[in-house]
């Protein structure tokens, strides 16, 4: 499977996080988004400093931007609580979608690696969230240039029905941390 597997971390930090992330990169992860919303600068920081340096170029922030300098990593990803990168960054950069709109003008923009656009199935981090959020005349009006990372409710299972989309990726988040072996998964997604 040549699509992109982007690993995304729950909203607060979990016991070994540092390992677990290394893990899932070691078993083929493109990238780990860090997304802890209510953590401080220091927690972020301190498990950017436990992932082997090597890896920390696959790491993407969801905030504490200021920390991507400080350990040259791999990205920003801008979202509704942090919607811009700080002055003067000029890395790369992924966006959070949620409407097909939004989609079309982050392709437009230009500056994106890749948008992840969620809900497209239903939820395994949050019961009762998405599943009907898009039409299947919705994603099949995704393009290649769009860059979409398919976000939400993502399981090996479904992966080959998604196949049909114009999908660059898939985001896995509670499928992951739901899981007694996240790098296990990652394996099974990238023999797809």
């Not at 920081?45 to 082997?52: A, F």
């Not at 350990?71 to 949620?98: E, V």
């Not at 939820?123 to 959020?133: L, Q």
Request: charged residues 20%; proline residues 7%.
């Amino acid at each position: 499977m040549n699509k992109l597997i982007v690993a995304v971390t729950p909203e607060r930090e979990v016991e070994g996080e540092s390992g677990i992330i290394a893990e899932m990169l070691r078993a083929g992860a493109d990238f780990v988004h860090i997304r802890h919303p209510e953590a401080s600068t220091a927690e972020v920081k301190r498990i950017i400093e436990n992932v082997p340096h090597p890896m920390r170029r696959k790491l993407r922030l969801h905030g504490h931007f200021d920390l991507v300098w400080e350990f040259n990593l791999g990205g920003l990803h801008l979202n509704g609580r942090c919607p811009q990168p700080p002055a003067g960054y000029s890395g790369s950069l992924s966006l959070t979608c949620h409407s097909l709109p939004e989609v079309a003008d982050a392709a437009a923009d230009g500056r994106y690696d890749y948008v992840t656009l969620s809900p497209i199935c239903a939820s395994v981090s949050k019961p009762g969230y998405g599943g009907n959020a898009f039409t299947s005349a919705d994603l099949d009006s995704i393009e290649p240039r769009h860059r979409v990372v398919a976000l939400g409710g993502i399981t090996p299972d479904l992966i080959p029905g998604l196949e049909r989309y114009n999908f660059v990726g898939y985001a896995l988040l509670g499928t992951l941390w739901n899981s007694q072996h996240p790098a296990d998964i990652i394996r099974k997604i990238r023999k797809l």
